[in-house]
C-alpha cells in the first residue's frame, strides 16, 4: 500500500459514515489527516449513530475525527456546514464529494420524485458543497469528485443517476479551469460496480453475469475507489486536473 502523508491536512467527504465515504474517509486517516465525517441526520438518529460508531473506529487509528451533518440537497444547511467547519478547524485542505443515491427505473416508470431526488442529492448537492466550500478550501486544495461510470456510459433505468453524475463529470472541469489559478485541483473519479449497500443484494447468477462481463473479474471494493482519491488529493498529482479517473476493473 502506498504511504501517503495528509499530516496537518483537513479533509472532509461528504457520507463518510458508511460505503465508498466511510472507505475514503479511513484511508485519509491512516494517513494522518484531520478526518470531517460528513453524514445526513435522520429523524431516527439511525445514521448518527453509524457516524459516531464509524468516528470510533477512525480514533482507533489515532486518527482526529469531527463530526458534522448536513443534508446536501439543503444550500441553507451546507452554507452552515462550511461555516462550523470553518469555526472547528479553520479550513479546509481537501472536499471530496461523496454524498450520493440511487433510484433506477426505466424513463416510463421513473416518477418526477424519482427524477428530481436524484438530482437533488447527486447534483445540487455537489454544485452546494462546492460552491460554499470556496472561501474556506485553502489554495493548493483538492476537489475530488465521486462521479460513476454511468455518467459516462449510463445503464438502461439510469436516466435520472447518469444525467446527474455527466452534470457532476462537467462541473468537476469547469472547476479545474476556475480554480488553477489557486492552485486547487480538480478531478472526479468514476467507480463501476463497488459492493455497498447502494447496488443492495443482487442475485448470484446476475453478479455473476457481471463479473464476467468485467475484465478484472470482480466487483470494486469501497478501498480501490478509496486509493484513486487518495492519490487525486496527494501532492504527487498537483498537475492532474479536469480529469476523469475511472476506478471499473476494466468494465465500461
Ligand atoms: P451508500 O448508499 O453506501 O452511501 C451513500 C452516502 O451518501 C451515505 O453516507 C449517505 O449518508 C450519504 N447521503 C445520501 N443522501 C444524502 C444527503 N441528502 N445529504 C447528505 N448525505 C447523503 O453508497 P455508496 O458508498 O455506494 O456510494 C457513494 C458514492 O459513490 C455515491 O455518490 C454513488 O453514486 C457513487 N458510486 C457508487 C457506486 C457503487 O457501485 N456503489 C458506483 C459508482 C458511483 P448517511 O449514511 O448519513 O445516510
Not at 467507480?191 to 447468477?205: E, F, H, R, S, Y
Amino acid at each position: 500500500m502506498i504511504q501517503y502523508n495528509f499530516a496537518g491536512k483537513v479533509v472532509l467527504v461528504t457520507g463518510s459514515s458508511r460505503g465508498i465515504g466511510g472507505a475514503i474517509l479511513e484511508g485519509f486517516a491512516k494517513a494522518g489527516a484531520t478526518c470531517l465525517l460528513h453524514y445526513f441526520d435522520d429523524p431516527k438518529g439511525e445514521n448518527r449513530r453509524d457516524a459516531e460508531q464509524h468516528a470510533e473506529k477512525l480514533r482507533g487509528l489515532k486518527a482526529t475525527v469531527h463530526l458534522f451533518a448536513a443534508d446536501v440537497r439543503s444550500p441553507e444547511a451546507v452554507e452552515g456546514l462550511m461555516k462550523a467547519i470553518h469555526q472547528k478547524v479553520g479550513g479546509l485542505d481537501v472536499l471530496v464529494n461523496n454524498a450520493g443515491i440511487l433510484r433506477d427505473r426505466t424513463m416510463r416508470k421513473m416518477t418526477l420524485d424519482d427524477w428530481r431526488s436524484v438530482m437533488d442529492t447527486n447534483l445540487d448537492g455537489v454544485f452546494h458543497c462546492c460552491k460554499q466550500s470556496l472561501d474556506i478550501l485553502r489554495d493548493g486544495g483538492r476537489i475530488v469528485n465521486i462521479a460513476s461510470i454511468a455518467g459516462i456510459h449510463p445503464f438502461h433505468g439510469q436516466a435520472n443517476y447518469g444525467a446527474a453524475k455527466a452534470g457532476v463529470i462537467a462541473l468537476t472541469k469547469v472547476l479545474a479551469k476556475e480554480l488553477a489559478r489557486r492552485g486547487i485541483t480538480a478531478n472526479a473519479i468514476a467507480p463501476g460496480i463497488i459492493q455497498t449497500t447502494m447496488i443492495g443484494d443482487i442475485k448470484p447468477d446476475v453478479r455473476a453475469d457481471y463479473e464476467r462481463q468485467i475484465p478484472l473479474g470482480r466487483f470494486g471494493r469501497p478501498e480501490d475507489v478509496a486509493n484513486a482519491v487518495l492519490f487525486l488529493s496527494s501532492e504527487e498529482s498537483g498537475y492532474i486536473t479536469g480529469q476523469v479517473l475511472p476506478v471499473t476493473g476494466g468494465w465500461y
